[in-house]
């Protein structure tokens, strides 16, 4: 069973949004950070975004900055990831993982959990 059941993504023109979900699966232990990587053709992963303990603090890559928001619903127990303007270079699967701390969330560190990746690709 995957420990990130994730939903959301597909497909979108420049400019346009999508959103992103994760949630842990029942059996998952809730860590204290979340956080969004994606991995483009030929490209190494790259952390997205992340959130620590409740939305207390939030971090995002400087190509995502003021584009995505990650956000938390306690009531779900799930973590969001809204993605506007979105443009080509977007494009990739994209995973959320649990950590237990910023740093392991911002670099892929030690990650506890992953999700089963979702497709976001871009169209111009």
């Known amino acids: 069973q995957v420990p990130l059941v994730q939903s959301g993504g597909g497909s979108v023109q420049a400019g346009g949004s999508l959103r992103l979900s994760c949630a842990p699966s029942?059996?998952?232990?809730?860590?204290?950070?979340t956080g969004w990587f994606r991995q483009a053709p030929g490209k190494e992963r790259e952390a997205v975004a992340a959130?620590?303990?409740?939305?207390?603090?939030?971090w995002y890559a400087d190509f995502v900055k003021g584009r995505f928001t990650i956000s938390q619903d306690h009531a779900k127990n799930m973590v969001h990831l809204q993605m506007n303007s979105l443009q080509p270079d977007d494009t990739g699967v994209y995973y959320c993982?649990?950590?237990?701390?910023?740093?392991?969330?911002?670099?892929?560190?030690?990650?506890?959990?992953w999700g089963q990746g979702t497709q976001v690709t871009v169209s111009s």
């Open positions: 959130l620590y303990t409740g939305g207390a603090s939030t």
């Open positions: 029942r059996y998952t232990y809730t860590t204290l950070c």
């Open positions: 993982a649990g950590a237990e701390t910023m740093w392991q969330c911002q670099h892929g560190v030690d990650i506890k959990y």
